[in-house]
């Protein structure tokens, strides 16, 4: 029920005259800065709030550089999605506790694999791409060089 709330509302938010472009991109990006600067949130948030911001960095530097049409919305959808995505993955594998460790470990598997099987810029750069990935983080072993509409798509088709 929350899902197709959230869902309702962002395609609202796209929709609407009076929304400029980035606000979803600025608002999530504004979200994960305040919570990164904040002194008394928990690491687990810290750490995600960290991974957000660098990636939606990274997304709005490359599509800068790589000229891409309509950028606003593009940003918009792709800071979406990257919210999204995390927001899965710290209800369904983080905090869930009906699950063993195996099925943990299963599930952030998924999620790992779907931010490498859609890559967004096939960028070769893997120090920056693979940061969170070579940092041995468990918490967002991620690539961030991702398609966060598709990895999105694929851990909600497989979980």
Request: proline share 4%.
């Amino acid at each position: 029920m929350m899902k197709k709330a959230l869902l309702t509302a962002f395609i609202l938010l796209l929709l609407s005259p009076e929304v400029k472009g980035q606000d979803i991109y600025e608002h999530i990006l504004g979200n994960a800065s305040r919570i990164v600067n904040s002194p008394t949130t928990s690491f687990t948030q810290n750490h995600i709030a960290a991974f957000k911001k660098v990636t939606l960095i990274y997304i709005s530097d490359k599509a800068c550089a790589e000229n891409i049409p309509d950028r606003n919305h593009f940003l918009d959808v792709q800071a979406y999605c990257l919210s999204e995505f995390m927001t899965l993955l710290y209800t369904e594998v983080l905090e869930n506790q009906h699950l063993n460790e195996d099925t943990k470990l299963q599930r952030l598997n998924r999620f790992t694999e779907a931010t490498e099987k859609y890559p967004l810029f096939h960028d070769p750069d893997e120090t920056t791409t693979l940061q969170f990935v070579r940092s041995g983080t468990e918490l967002t072993p991620f690539s961030i060089d991702t398609d966060w509409e598709k990895a999105l798509a694929h851990v909600r088709s497989h979980l």
